[in-house]
């Protein structure tokens, strides 16, 4: 094969071409799940724009093999702009380095190194071997935070842990007892926050509430954004005892996206459940409860990357007392309910602090967001 022909850029070049590969990147989301979000902007030799692409788990190529097909010819001597290490293993597909290769690439700027720790630098050392010089660290920030959830899962055999909560100024969730009747749902923000929250549902493999907060608004827990994703949302009830109505939204309404973890031995309930096309599964019981650690497992095991968590203070309080949050959004209502009203938290064993909070306004409320566990650790294969 004749060496491809070096191609340089300008730093402001090279951060506009990573910028669009970013992009491209994004729309992957809810797309590409379990695989990560990856963009691709292929430049010819003259560093004008030959071909791009993005990957989408139903079309099998990866963002590399389809940036290569759009360019065809002119790839030969150009540069490859990717949000991801370039794979090196052969999966679904080739490894995608190999095929940079072959189209002669001849220079690769990469975002950041693949988090799997198996795999991690393999990729651009197959590509330095044959000549190719391999930048990494462009854009850096940004590549990590979209494939926050994929290093998560990839490293930690579990989803990354979004939870989500709305609360009123004094810290509570819901009316005092009795003020708010049972299976009606009590609004603490307003309809922009609400708004707000299906994107969160459209990014998320999963949604997670516990049985009492079932019983006490009925949710839906549905991804309403009306944007397009590769699977259904999957709907997690954590029933201890399999006390959920059987009338209540989420069994009548369910379409084989319902998931039900319980301790519960009581098979005649369970088969009832499952005769209305819910799935249960039993998880072995600590302090009577099902083990998040366990619950979370099963769900990696699944292929689910993501799992946002609208629930009550008691599972609020145990996510958080199990170190088992990686990022907390409070949407923030003025509003006081006072002290007899349900708070959002229970005893914490320890204080916690959200550093680099961010802020957000929707409508007359705010929502505070923060990283608690980034799951990215060393910079990977730079």
Same mark, same amino acid.
């Given at each position: 094969?004749?060496?491809?022909p ?54 099998l ?95 930690q ?27 009606e ?9 609400r ?28 991804d ?20 959920i109505?059987?009338?209540s ?6 379409q084989g ?46 292929? /689910?990357?993501?799992?946002?968590? &609208?629930?009550?203070?008691?599972? !609020?309080?145990?996510?958080?007392? =199990?170190? %088992?949050? *990686? ?24 204080? /916690?602090?959200?550093?680099?909070? &961010?802020?957000?306004?929707?409508? !007359?409320?705010?929502?505070?967001? =923060?990283? %608690?566990? *980034? ?8």
């Amino acid at each position: 094969m004749a060496e491809a022909p070096r191609t340089t850029a300008s730093p402001e070049q090279d951060a506009l071409w990573m910028a669009r590969a970013l992009d491209l990147a994004r729309r992957g989301t809810s797309l590409c799940s379990p695989n990560p979000m990856v963009g691709c902007v292929i430049t010819d030799s003259s560093g004008a724009l030959a071909g791009e692409g993005w990957h989408e788990y139903e079309k099998l190529d990866h963002a590399e093999v389809m940036a290569l097909k759009a360019a065809g010819d002119r790839a030969h001597g150009g540069t490859a702009y990717v949000t991801l290490e370039p794979c090196n293993h052969t999966g679904r597909t080739g490894p995608c380095s190999l095929a940079l290769i072959h189209a002669g690439i001849a220079r690769v700027v990469a975002a950041t190194g693949d988090p799997n720790p198996l795999v991690s630098g393999a990729g651009f050392t197959t590509l330095r071997r044959a000549g190719i010089p391999v930048e990494v660290g462009l854009c850096q920030p940004e590549a990590r935070a979209i494939n926050q959830a994929f290093a998560c899962w990839i490293t930690q055999k579990r989803p990354f842990v979004d939870m989500k909560v709305a609360m009123t100024m004094d810290g509570r969730i819901a009316p005092p007892p009795g003020v708010h009747h049972k299976r009606e749902p009590y609004w603490i923000t307003s309809e922009a926050s609400r708004a707000a929250v299906q994107p969160l549902r459209w990014q998320a493999d999963a949604v997670l509430t516990g049985v009492d907060t079932v019983i006490a608004d009925d949710p839906q827990l549905t991804d309403r954004s009306g944007t397009p994703r590769r699977r259904p949302l999957l709907r997690v009830i954590l029933d201890s005892e399999l006390r959920i109505p059987l009338d209540s939204k989420i069994i009548t309404q369910a379409q084989g996206d319902v998931l039900i973890y319980t301790v519960s031995d009581n098979t005649a309930r369970r088969r009832n459940l499952e005769d209305r096309g819910i799935r249960v599964e039993v998880l072995p019981a600590e302090a009577g409860k099902v083990p998040l650690a366990k619950m979370l497992a099963s769900l990696g095991e699944k292929g /689910i990357l993501r799992l946002l968590t &609208e629930t009550g203070s008691r599972l !609020n309080t145990a996510f958080l007392a =199990a170190n %088992l949050v *990686d990022r907390i959004r409070i949407f923030w209502s003025p509003q006081l309910l006072g002290s007899d009203a349900v708070p959002a938290f229970r005893t914490l064993p320890t204080p /916690i602090r959200l550093d680099r909070a &961010e802020l957000e306004r929707y409508g !007359n409320d705010f929502c505070i967001g =923060a990283l %608690l566990h *980034d799951p990215w650790h060393a910079d990977p294969g730079a």
